[in-house]
Structures are given as structure tokens and as C-alpha cells.
């Protein structure tokens, strides 16, 4: 082979190289990044494990952690709105002091896209009075919104409220 061949040659293979990068990166530009996968319900409903595992610690800050900054909190014993961090570890410090711990009776869950997703249904609360000891149930609805943001879901809306038959 001369020196003349052997350098078309590699023009050759060089140009080959060059168009099959230039069409790979065009089909990826065409196909648009790929969107991230939504969570499945199993995998929304461990946050709900996760925040009454942080009930079980009966530590209001840890609980509260669960929560974005711009949530709220519509409790399940209090009247009052909790919508800042504040007030929803004053709340926290309240019913934790109860011991609760919660079961879901009944669970729906909507995933509404890969960073936001609902569970609502029904719970109770075995709770115990930190003055008494005596005993109870709290049963409820509830509603949680759970949003992901910068790669981590935390709740952004939760509503619970007492059962209205009781």
C-alpha cells in the first residue's frame, strides 16, 4: 500500500466515524431526554412506613423533617392549621406525647406523575394519655400529598381528621 492509499483510507474511515456520531447525537436530540420513571404505589406507600416510624421515635423534629418547608398540616387533633415548620413540631410535641401508632385500615393511592403523588384512606391511632395511661383509638381520614423535589419526597399536604361517626 502507498502512503497515498493508506491516507484515504483513514479519510475514509475518519468520514464514516464523523457521520455515524453526527446521527447518533441527532436521534438523541430527536428522542428528547428521558423522563423520569413515576414511583409505584408500593413505593409511595413506604412513606407513609417511614413517617410513622418517625412517630415511633417521639421525636417531634424528625417528624417534622418529613414535611416541606411550604407544607401543611391539617392534624388530626388540633383545630388550628399548621403551615410553617414551627407550628408542626408544636404539634408533633403534643401527639407524640400520646405514644401513637398508626395502622392504615384503608389505603388509595394516585400517582400523579414522577414527583408527585397522593395517598388517602383511613387510619387509627392506638394512643395512650402521658397523664393517665388510659388507653384509646383515634380513628381517622387522611389525605397526603407527597412531592418530590431536588431527588427526595417529602409531604407538602397532609389532612387528617377524626372518623365524623367517631
Known sequence: MTRRSISKRV???TAAAVVAVGTFAAGGAVAGPKKPAKPS??????????WNAALKTRDPQKVADLYW???????TLSNQVRADRESRVDYFEHFLANKPVGKKIETHI???D?????DAGLYE????????G???VAKARYTYEWEKRH???KIVNHHSSLMPEG
Open 134 to 136: 388510659e388507653k384509646s
Open 114 to 118: 414522577s414527583n408527585s403523588a397522593l
Open 69 to 75: 418547608d411550604d407544607a401543611v398540616l391539617l392534624p
Open 125 to 132: 391511632f392506638a394512643l395512650t394519655d402521658h397523664e393517665t
Open 110 to 112: 394516585n400517582v400523579l
Open 151 to 153: 431527588g427526595e419526597w
Open 41 to 50: 404505589e408500593k413505593q409511595v406507600a413506604a412513606l407513609f412506613d417511614e
Open 11 to 13: 479519510a475514509v474511515v
